[in-house]
């Protein structure tokens, strides 16, 4: 007989983790180690125990799911951490798989088949829901760099707008004041493009977007009075 699978369960739903947590307890392929509410809380569990797995809300409290997928895989990487979600479009579920998620499961698609699903993840397996919003996950790709450039792709176009602006060399606050929207605005929103992206600085993204070719439809930004520098981009 295999052993049980040793599982943390990380939802901040109370009524939904307790259903979660009385299914997990019932299969005999799974042992029910921990329930945690917030991302802090799993982050401690896992690194303290180092599960064999950890099944997390995508929408966890206090620490973003891809963070803490990141902080507990990079103290505990033998753990393998599955991505559990109301919302299956491809966005999150992209946004999972680049944190290091190895498995995505859709919250509708749970069922008493659960624990036979975590045992074939446990052995090995990669299993994505199928998103809402695309006949396949993930998406083909031949390298890391047309993964990433996918990703930016999905861009909403007031993105679109943002990112045009930084290839053109403009500050945070000239962005800004382009878009009619706040400093600390821009800020958040450019951290939240280069999360699942992997990069730190403006440089970076800024070459991405290009090499993506996602300047090609994008309604120009005004020049402002002070005109920019712009980031020298490599040639095709």
Same mark, same amino acid.
């Given at each position: 007989?295999?052993?049980?699978?040793?599982?943390?369960?990380?939802?901040?739903?109370?009524?939904?983790?307790?259903?979660?947590?009385?299914?997990?307890?019932?299969?005999?392929?799974?042992?029910?180690?921990?329930?945690?509410?917030?991302?802090?809380?799993?982050?401690?569990?896992?690194?303290?125990?180092?599960?064999?797995?950890?099944?997390?809300?995508?929408?966890?409290?206090?620490?973003?799911?891809?963070?803490?997928?990141?902080?507990?895989? !990079?103290?505990?990487?033998?753990?393998?951490?599955?991505?559990?979600?109301?919302?299956?479009?491809?966005?999150?579920?992209?946004?999972?798989?680049?944190?290091?998620?190895?498995?995505?499961?859709?919250?509708?698609?749970?069922?008493?088949?659960?624990?036979?699903?975590?045992?074939?993840?446990?052995?090995?397996?990669?299993?994505?829901?199928?998103?809402?919003?695309?006949?396949?996950?993930?998406?083909?790709?031949?390298?890391?760099?047309?993964?990433?450039?996918?990703?930016?792709?999905?861009?909403?176009?007031?993105?679109?707008?943002?990112?045009?602006?930084?290839?053109?060399?403009?500050?945070? !606050?000239?962005?800004?004041?382009?878009?009619?929207?706040?400093?600390?605005?821009?800020?958040?929103?450019?951290?939240?493009?280069?999360?699942?992206?992997?990069?730190?600085?403006?440089?970076?993204?800024?070459?991405?977007?290009?090499?993506?070719?996602?300047?090609?439809?994008?309604?120009?930004?005004?020049?402002?009075?002070?005109?920019?520098?712009?980031? !020298?981009?490599?040639? !095709?």
């Amino acid at each position: 007989m295999q052993p049980r699978i040793r599982v943390h369960l990380a939802d901040g739903d109370y009524f939904l983790r307790l259903g979660l947590e009385s299914l997990l307890a019932s299969s005999p392929d799974v042992e029910l180690e921990a329930v945690t509410g917030t991302g802090d809380e799993a982050i401690e569990a896992a690194l303290d125990k180092r599960p064999d797995l950890v099944l997390m809300e995508t929408t966890i409290r206090d620490v973003s799911s891809p963070e803490a997928t990141k902080r507990i895989l !990079a103290g505990a990487p033998a753990t393998r951490l599955v991505m559990l979600s109301a919302a299956h479009d491809i966005e999150t579920m992209t946004r999972a798989h680049s944190a290091g998620a190895c498995s995505y499961l859709a919250k509708n698609a749970v069922s008493t088949d659960l624990g036979v699903a975590l045992r074939m993840i446990h052995s090995g397996n990669m299993i994505f829901s199928k998103p809402a919003d695309a006949d396949q996950f993930p998406p083909h790709s031949t390298s890391k760099y047309d993964f990433k450039s996918q990703l930016l792709r999905q861009a909403s176009p007031r993105d679109r707008r943002l990112l045009h602006s930084l290839t053109q060399g403009y500050t945070n !606050a000239q962005i800004a004041s382009l878009l009619h929207v706040s400093e600390g605005t821009v800020k958040a929103q450019l951290a939240k493009i280069m999360e699942p992206l992997d990069i730190s600085n403006r440089v970076q993204l800024a070459v991405l977007v290009v090499q993506a070719g996602l300047l090609d439809d994008v309604r120009p930004t005004a020049p402002l009075s002070a005109g920019p520098l712009r980031y !020298a981009t490599p040639r !095709a």
